[in-house]
């Protein structure tokens, strides 16, 4: 079953801009994490943020968590084409299993 | 390392076939999930797989299968192939828990004619 559920479905922005994307999930959490997807790859593990923690930081990338409003956003810093990418949440369930949002398709323009 | 190989990359099945997918996990790694992503559903969770032994499973009719062996390598066979099985089969790996972060194969594009 899906959770999380991201925001906007598709973000298409210039090179250079910030790219932010938003995750909402429905239960309580241990932890969250965001992962990128390249057309026809797997997906690549980013961040997990723990459900104590409110933002998380690794290179271009910010992640910052709200578990009283359930949600979770990633924003991307100074975009390149390379970040090019679908980008998915996904929260720790029961049972061993992560459950994963749908994603945003994001389109970094030259 | 070598991270997670799935074979074969490209699949092209014909209705009512079956057909089995592998998976080998980054060294050490003991936990094997599955997932399948169409572009209408997303990704939905197979299973996974500890030890060789199945934890969990995910809402997928019987003719989807798995099983994992002692090496941790595991393989997925689906019977009876349907039209609506056309997917990307991807493979995660990791060290134990499946809720920890998990390494993805570049996973196995099954065509179903």
């Known amino acids: 079953s899906q959770q999380g559920e991201e925001d906007p479905q598709a973000l298409s922005i210039q090179e250079g801009e910030n790219a932010t994307m938003n995750c909402s999930y429905k239960t309580s959490i241990n932890n969250l994490q965001w992962y990128r997807q390249n057309s026809g790859r797997g997906l690549v593990h980013l961040i997990l943020i723990r459900s104590n923690e409110r933002e998380k930081h690794s290179g271009r990338l910010r992640v910052t968590l709200d578990t009283s409003k359930k949600s979770s956003s990633l924003l991307i810093t100074a975009s390149r084409a390379a970040d090019t990418a679908s980008y998915f949440c996904a929260t720790d369930g029961s049972n061993y299993q992560l459950i994963w949002g749908a994603g945003t398709k994001l389109i970094i323009k030259p | ?109 099954l065509s179903i004619l």
């Open chain 2, 1 to 109: 390392k070598a991270g997670v190989t799935q074979t074969p990359r490209y699949l092209i099945k014909t209705r009512g076939q079956q057909v089995t997918l592998s998976c080998s996990p980054i060294s050490g790694h003991r936990s094997v999930s599955w997932y399948q992503q169409t572009p209408g559903q997303g990704l939905q969770f197979l299973f996974e797989y500890f030890s060789e032994t199945q934890r969990n499973k995910g809402n997928f009719p019987g003719r989807f299968s798995g099983r994992q062996f002692s090496n941790s390598r595991s393989e997925m066979n689906v019977s009876t192939l349907e039209l609506g099985d056309s997917a990307l089969y991807l493979c995660a790996s990791s060290p134990g828990s499946g809720n920890q972060p998990q390494h993805f194969g570049d996973g196995t594009r």
